[in-house]
């Protein structure tokens, strides 16, 4: 793409948008724009490109952090490089070629002298669906590499600082003559930093960081779901001697609930009912992640499988307004346990049936009737 448009823009989504989402909202333009439906329009050709370079980012964690974090910038030659720490992902030709022979043709990726970005963390967080319903703020405790208290960062004894290196003269990368060739690699003596400590600082042995434990506040918002990242800037790794930390990202997954089953924001429950309620109709109460209790009216006649929906009454929508619905699927149970009585009152019934009553049954065997010759 000459125009590097926002990926979140051209899916037409939020940047909060989760994958199922961003997943939906793919299928629908790349069908809007697919070559098939706009034969020899070269503007929708280009959008559907577009809208596929964009999905096929957004869909992967590890591109869609990078991307996040430094935008186009994250998959061009010299870009920021991958996420978190993790496998690096090759964009084309030009990246691996910098990736095996950076360290004699420039120092690899950007040629960046000085310590690095702190590395991304991840944290899997559980949450309840009425967690998910309401949101939450949650204290979690964390493992991670913070700045060192004695030295500030800096790696170097209180009192004393780092010193331009003398073998690179603060460049990172010494050079040698080879032939007609000039090899440039990376410093051995800084290692790239271009800058070396005499006299590191004892509790981080010139690192800049120690190992700690952290205690974080997790903002949950309202309406999240399954796979829901939430972002904390800066509460990653602490980079070396200085450098800016990276970020912690929750990752939620919601437990299985007793009663409901949920996609997206519609709430699905399956509710048996009895045989008697289902002929005459009447009402059942369903008790919501909400923690209100929702009235399901049930019209006389009813069969099992058929879906009431109830408007407004599901989960709401992540950083926008509205509820979705609930949905109840039902279950006409045959009774299985009769007192005398109850076994006298359906024979009752059972001597002024005319088949009239159950208009699908009288069908059905009047069709196996015809099938094997009256």
């Not at 990736?99 to 702190?118: A, D, K, L």
């Not at 460049?171 to 290692?191: I, L, N």
């Amino acid at each position: 793409m000459s125009t590097e448009v926002d990926y979140y823009e051209l899916l037409e989504v939020e940047r909060t948008a989760d994958e199922a989402t961003i997943k939906s909202s793919y299928r629908k333009l790349a069908m809007k724009y697919h070559p098939d439906r706009n034969a020899g329009c070269k503007d929708n050709e280009a959008k559907f490109k577009a809208v596929n370079e964009a999905y096929d980012c957004l869909k992967d964690p590890q591109k869609r952090a990078a991307y996040d974090r430094f935008g186009h910038a994250a998959f061009q030659q010299g870009g920021p490089g991958g996420f978190g720490g993790g496998p690096q992902d090759f964009g084309g030709f030009s990246d691996i070629f910098e990736s095996v022979f950076g360290e004699f043709m420039g120092g690899g990726r950007g040629g960046q002298r000085g310590p690095q970005r702190g590395a991304d963390l991840r944290y899997d967080m559980e949450i309840t669906l009425e967690d998910a319903f309401h949101g939450k703020s949650e204290d979690i405790t964390v493992d991670v590499a913070a700045v060192c208290d004695s030295c500030h960062g800096s790696g170097a004894k209180a009192g004393t600082s780092a010193k331009t290196c003398g073998t690179c003269a603060g460049h990172g990368k010494v050079r040698a003559q080879q032939g007609f060739f000039v090899v440039e690699r990376t410093c051995p003596s800084c290692h790239g930093a271009g800058e070396v400590i005499a006299d590191p600082c004892r509790q981080c042995r010139g690192e800049g960081r120690v190992e700690k434990t952290k205690t974080l506040t997790v903002n949950i918002p309202a309406g999240v779901d399954e796979g829901t990242r939430v972002r904390l800037t800066g509460e990653g790794e602490a980079g070396p001697r200085g450098a800016p930390a990276g970020d912690l990202y929750i990752f939620l997954h919601v437990k299985r609930h007793p009663i409901f089953q949920r996609e997206g924001t519609t709430l699905f429950a399956n509710a048996p009912i009895s045989f008697t309620t289902a002929a005459l109709g009447g009402s059942i109460t369903i008790p919501g992640p909400d923690g209100e209790k929702h009235e399901i009216k049930l019209p006389a006649g009813i069969q099992s499988g058929r879906e009431v929906r109830q408007r407004g009454a599901g989960m709401p929508v992540l950083q926008g307004k509205g509820r979705g619905d609930l949905v109840v699927r039902i279950s006409v149970e045959t009774p299985t346990k009769l007192t005398s009585k109850q076994r006298e009152l359906l024979e009752e019934f059972r001597c002024t049936e005319t088949g009239e009553e159950c208009p699908e049954a009288q069908g059905f065997f009047q069709k196996v009737k015809k099938a094997v010759g009256g």
